[in-house]
């Protein structure tokens, strides 16, 4: 876990980079973005701003949950199956519901 701060015209921003391990990579997300491995052999990551997420849904499926992120340009799933720890999901889902919501989701 990485910590940068940085300083604006009237205001300290802090950016605290957390990482998780999800599909045999890692998983990151900050004050500004968050990155997901793809699926397949590929070590290709999506990157997602979190001011262009305008939609989040969560489904449970197959003993699972899906967090479901809609944003300009498509959208991107994270399953609580592929978490290398249940509880890490949860954080993952309260992180991006706070972020989202300074970013005027609901």
Same mark, same amino acid.
Request: glycine share 6%.
């Given at each position: 876990?990485?910590?940068?701060?940085?300083?604006?015209?009237?205001?300290?921003?802090?950016?605290?980079?957390?990482?998780?391990?999800?599909?045999?990579?890692?998983?990151?997300?900050?004050?500004?973005?968050?990155?997901?491995?793809?699926?397949?052999?590929?070590?290709?990551?999506?990157?997602?701003?979190?001011?262009?997420?305008?939609?989040? /849904?969560?489904?449970?499926?197959? $003993?699972? &949950? +899906?967090? *479901?992120?809609?944003?300009?340009?498509? %959208?991107? #799933?994270?399953?609580? /199956?592929?978490?290398?720890?249940? $509880?890490? &999901? +949860?954080? *993952?889902?309260?992180?991006?519901?706070? %972020?989202? #919501?300074?970013?005027?989701?609901?």
């Amino acid at each position: 876990m990485s910590e940068q701060v940085s300083r604006s015209r009237n205001s300290f921003f802090i950016t605290e980079e957390k990482k998780y391990k999800y599909l045999g990579g890692h998983l990151t997300i900050d004050d500004f973005k968050i990155r997901i491995p793809s699926i397949g052999l590929k070590r290709k990551f999506t990157t997602i701003a979190l001011l262009s997420i305008f939609e989040i /849904n969560e489904v449970y499926i197959n $003993d699972s &949950y +899906l967090l *479901i992120l809609h944003f300009e340009g498509g %959208k991107r #799933n994270i399953s609580s /199956n592929l978490m290398s720890k249940k $509880d890490e &999901y +949860l954080e *993952i889902k309260k992180l991006i519901l706070i %972020k989202s #919501n300074n970013n005027g989701i609901s």
